[in-house]
C-alpha cells in the first residue's frame, strides 16, 4: 500500500471515528435531558398534589368547625334575603364577626269559592352565625377582612375557604405545618410516580424569599423545585414548597444507566477494533518494507559473492591460469570460499523459518562455554586485525559449564562479535569478558562504535530491522541476525541485554542460566 494512500486511509477512519463518538455523546446527551425532562414533569406532579392535600387537610379543619353553617348555605334556596354582618373587638385581642341572615319566602294560598281567589302569604326566616378570631401573639396584626364581607356571603355556594384564608393567615407557618408530616405525603407521591430520589423540603415565604421552615439537608438554590403552598385573601402566592435534590443527576441517569453502559462499551469495542486495526495495518506495512529492505540487502549480499565467483571461474579459464597449479588453486579456494559465505546467508535464513515455524530442535551437550567463546573469537580474530581492530579477552568464569547447543551457541556469539565488528566504524577495539554472577553465567562483549539510541535500542531485536533501512549498505547485514541471536537464547530459557551509548559504543550482556 502507497504511503500517501494508507495516510489518507487512517485520516479516515480517523474522522469517522471521531464523528461516530460526536454523535453518541450527542444522543446520550439528547437521552439524558429528556430523561430529565420526564422526571421533572413527575417530580411537579408529585409536588402539586402534595400541596393539594396539605391545603385541603387544613381546609377540612375548618369545614369540621362550620359543619353547620356550610350545609345551611348549600342547602339555601334561591330566594330574596338580606345579609347583615358586623364586626367588633375586644380587649383581648378577639375579633368577632357577627353575621345574620333573613329570606323572604313568597307563598300563594288558593281561596274556596265560586271566584276562585287566593292570598299572597309573606314568612320571613331568619338565622345567624358568630365567627371568632384570635390573633396569635407571634403576629403583628390582624391580615384585613375584605369590605365586601356581605356581598361573599351572600353566595350560597361560598366559601368557608375564603374565610380559612383569613383565619390560617393569622398564624405562623409553624402551626400551619407539620413537616414530618409533610415529607411523608411527598415521598408517597414520589413513589406514586414513580420518581424517588432523596430530597429534603423547605416552605419560603414567598413575599420576602427567607426560608420559614426547613429540614435537615435542605440547600437553597436556584435549580430547586417549587410551587406555591398557600395563598393569601387576594389569591397571591403566600408561602412555597421547596424541594432540594442533592442526588438528582444520579437518579435520572439511573434510569437509562443501561443504555449508557452499552452505547460506550460498544463505541469502545469500535474504537478498539479501530486501533488494533491501525496498529497492524502500521505493522504489516512495517513488516513489508522491513522485507523489502531484507530482500534489496540479501540481493546485494549474494551479488558480491556471485560476481566474485564469476570473475574467478572466468580466471580459471584463462590459458594462463590452467598451467598455474598456485592459481588454479587460489581462485578454487576463492569460489569455495564465496560459496560457503553464500551458504551461511541461506542457512540463516532457513533457520530463522524453523524458529518462526518453532520447527528447530535443541541439540544440548554439556560445554566448556569459556572454550566455546575462545573458539568462536578466533573465528572473528582475522577479519578484526585485517581492520587494525584487537580483541581483548578475560575469562573470569569459574562455573563455565552449561548443556548448550554448540553449534547454535557458537553462531550466536559469532553474531554479536560479527555486530561489534561491523558497527565500528575505525579500528574495532572489542572486549569480551566472561564471568559467574548469581546464577548465571554471563558473556559480556563491548565495543567503541557508533552505538543506539534509546529507541534503537528497543527494535534492534526484531526480525528484518536495521537502523539503516533502504537498499543502503555501508554495513552489511540483512537484519536477522539479533534475532536469531535472541530466539537462541530464549530456548536456553537466558537473557540478553543491550547497553549502548550514541557515538560512544554497545555493550551485550547474554545471561545463560547455570546447570
Known sequence: MKKRIFKILIVLMTVSILGLGIVQMYW??????????????????????????????????YYRFFEKTRNTLQKADPKSQIISSQIESDSAS???????????????????GKYHDSLNVTELYSSDKTMRIKKDSSMKGFQPLPVDLNSEFSDGSYTIERFARVDAGNKP?????????????????????????????????????????????????????????????????????????????????????????????????????????????????KISQLKTDFM??????????????????????????????????????????????????VEMVLRMSQLERREMKMDLAKTSMNKLVQESVESIRLIVENRNGTIFEKYDANKDELFVDTFHMNNLVLNVLDNANKYSPEAPQISIQTYNENKFYVIKIS????????????????????????????VKGHGLGLSYVKSIIDMHDGEIIVESVKDKGTSFYIKLPLN
Open 94 to 112: 378577639v375579633k368577632y364577626v357577627y353575621m345574620a341572615r333573613i329570606m323572604v319566602d313568597k307563598i300563594q294560598v288558593p281561596l274556596s
Open 447 to 474: 565495543d567503541k562504535g557508533i552505538g543506539m539510541s534509546k529507541s534503537v535500542q528497543n527494535k534492534i531485536f526484531e526480525k528484518f530491522y536495521r537502523e539503516e533501512t533502504g537498499n543502503i549498505h555501508n
Open 296 to 345: 534489496n540487502n540479501m540481493t546485494h549480499e549474494f551479488k558480491t559473492p556471485i560476481a566474485t565467483i564469476s570473475v574467478a571461474a572466468d580466471a580459471l579459464k584463462s590459458p594462463s591460469i590452467i598451467k598455474n597449479a598456485e592459481k588454479i588453486k587460489y581462485y578454487a579456494g576463492m569460489i569455495k570460499n564465496e560459496n560457503r559465505r553464500m551458504n551461511q546467508q
Open 173 to 285: 407557618i409553624s402551626k400551619r405545618i407539620n413537616l414530618a408530616h409533610l415529607d411523608s405525603v411527598f415521598n408517597r407521591k414520589l413513589i406514586k410516580w414513580k420518581a424517588e430520589t432523596p430530597f429534603s423540603l423547605a416552605v419560603i415565604d414567598a413575599k420576602n424569599n427567607e426560608t420559614a421552615l426547613e429540614r435537615r439537608g435542605f440547600q437553597k438554590r436556584e435549580e430547586n423545585f417549587q410551587t406555591a403552598l398557600f395563598y393569601d385573601r387576594n389569591n397571591e402566592p403566600n408561602y412555597l414548597l421547596s424541594v432540594y435534590l442533592p442526588n438528582k443527576k444520579n437518579t435520572i441517569f439511573s434510569t437509562f444507566s443501561a443504555l449508557f453502559i452499552l452505547t460506550v462499551l460498544f463505541t469502545l469495542f469500535i474504537i478498539g477494533v479501530y486501533i488494533f486495526s491501525i496498529v497492524i495495518m502500521m505493522r504489516q506495512r
Open 28 to 61: 446520550l446527551n439528547q437521552a439524558f435531558e429528556a430523561k430529565e425532562n420526564e422526571f421533572n414533569s413527575r417530580l411537579y406532579k408529585a409536588l402539586e398534589e402534595t400541596v393539594q392535600i396539605i391545603n385541603q387537610e387544613e381546609l377540612d379543619q
